[in-house]
């Protein structure tokens, strides 16, 4: 039997090339717009409840049921191809513009 400790191979060698790590520009804009965004969540159930009263706290589920009609579908499609990247890969058939 070994008894001696197992030597791990490094993940990555000093000869490798790295990811670059820098947001940019472009990066901390999108970061900044997704927090702004993110924020918004917070603010919308006193919008709901001051315009739908006590029927608000189920809007969430419903609309939630009413995104899944479309989703599921989409998700089903899209795991028929074959390639990873599922929903980009499907969008991609309609073009530029659907698929970024």
Same mark, same amino acid.
């Given at each position: 039997?070994?008894?001696?400790?197992?030597?791990?191979?490094?993940?990555?060698?000093?000869?490798?090339?790295?990811?670059?790590?820098?947001?940019?520009?472009?990066?901390? /804009?999108?970061?900044?717009?997704?927090?702004?965004?993110?924020?918004?969540?917070?603010?919308? +159930? !006193? &919008?709901?409840? #001051?315009? @739908?009263?006590?029927?608000?706290?189920?809007?969430?589920?419903?609309?939630?049921?009413?995104?899944?009609?479309? /989703?599921?579908?989409?998700?089903?499609?899209?795991?028929?191809?074959?390639?990873?990247?599922? +929903? !980009? &890969?499907?969008? #991609?058939? @309609?073009?530029?513009?659907?698929?970024?």
């Amino acid at each position: 039997m070994n008894t001696a400790p197992s030597q791990k191979k490094p993940i990555m060698n000093d000869d490798e090339k790295t990811l670059k790590r820098d947001i940019g520009f472009l990066g901390s /804009a999108f970061l900044s717009f997704n927090g702004v965004v993110g924020a918004g969540i917070f603010a919308l +159930p !006193a &919008v709901l409840y #001051a315009k @739908f009263g006590d029927f608000s706290p189920w809007l969430f589920p419903l609309f939630g049921l009413l995104v899944l009609v479309v /989703a599921v579908p989409f998700a089903r499609v899209a795991a028929h191809h074959p390639v990873s990247g599922g +929903p !980009a &890969v499907y969008a #991609a058939a @309609f073009g530029p513009a659907a698929s970024f």
